[in-house]
């Protein structure tokens, strides 16, 4: 298991205005494969996260508009990717 890091320009960032998003985007890189890959459902990270399902969505949405996230919905599930996530490991 490795750990994440969250550098202090995360303090200027619009994720952390908006604590539905922060805590989002922190769930995902907590819940990411080691190559910054999550498969998931709306529901599951509503539930995960204690957020409404349009929370999920309105988060994720602004995610992918900031450049941080890549998703793609199929009919079963969302597939989400986080753009540079090896930044985010610690060595």
Do not use: H, P, W
């Not at 298991?1 to 922190?26: D, N, P, Q």
């Not at 539930?47 to 994720?60: E, G, V, Y």
């Amino acid at each position: 298991m490795s750990a994440i890091k969250l550098k202090k320009e995360i303090l200027e960032s619009s994720e952390y205005r908006y604590a539905a998003r922060l805590k989002v985007f922190i769930t995902l890189l907590c819940l990411a494969s080691e190559d910054g890959v999550i498969t998931t459902t709306l529901s599951t990270l509503a539930r995960q996260t204690q957020l409404t399902i349009k929370q999920i969505r309105s988060a994720l949405s602004a995610l992918t508009k900031a450049g941080k996230i890549l998703k793609q919905s199929t009919r079963y599930n969302t597939i989400i990717n986080i753009c540079n996530y090896e930044s985010y490991l610690t060595l």
